[in-house]
């Protein structure tokens, strides 16, 4: 199956932006959901960005984030990206890509962190 690889994270100044990129190891083929999720210490992870490979459904974001930051992907590139702006402590955390053929379900923010099978090791994000 496909293989994620993130990068991008860093540590910054509250108020900065950064940029997350997701590699895949092949084109991401149609009927695929996509996704960015993060992950604080001592937290659950959760789902930040969600859409799918054919641009059906649109980007559900979570309430958290919205406004902040930003889902896009380069097809050609088979790499999907995370820009993130106005940068809060909060925001801290491990992020990952994950990818899953779901099949004819939507590809939105109901869909839970286990519906999703293929994962990225993950890259922190520091933000003081």
């Known amino acids: 199956d496909v293989q994620l690889v993130e990068s991008g994270g860093d540590a910054v100044q509250a108020g900065g932006s950064l940029r997350l990129s997701c590699k895949t190891s092949r084109r991401v083929y149609s009927g695929y959901c996509m996704g960015w999720f993060r992950q604080a210490p001592g937290k659950q992870r959760e789902a930040i960005a969600i859409t799918d490979s054919d641009d059906r459904d649109g980007v559900s974001y979570a309430a958290s984030v919205k406004g902040r930051f930003t889902f896009s992907k380069d097809n050609a590139e088979n790499i999907f990206y995370l820009q993130m702006n106005s940068l809060k402590p909060e925001d801290t955390a491990t992020y990952y890509c994950?990818?899953?053929?779901?099949?004819?379900?939507?590809?939105?923010?109901?869909?839970?962190?286990?519906?999703?099978?293929?994962w990225g090791q993950g890259t922190q994000v520091t933000v003081s």
């Open positions: 994950a990818s899953q053929n779901l099949g004819a379900r939507r590809c939105t923010s109901k869909l839970e962190v286990t519906d999703f099978g293929v």
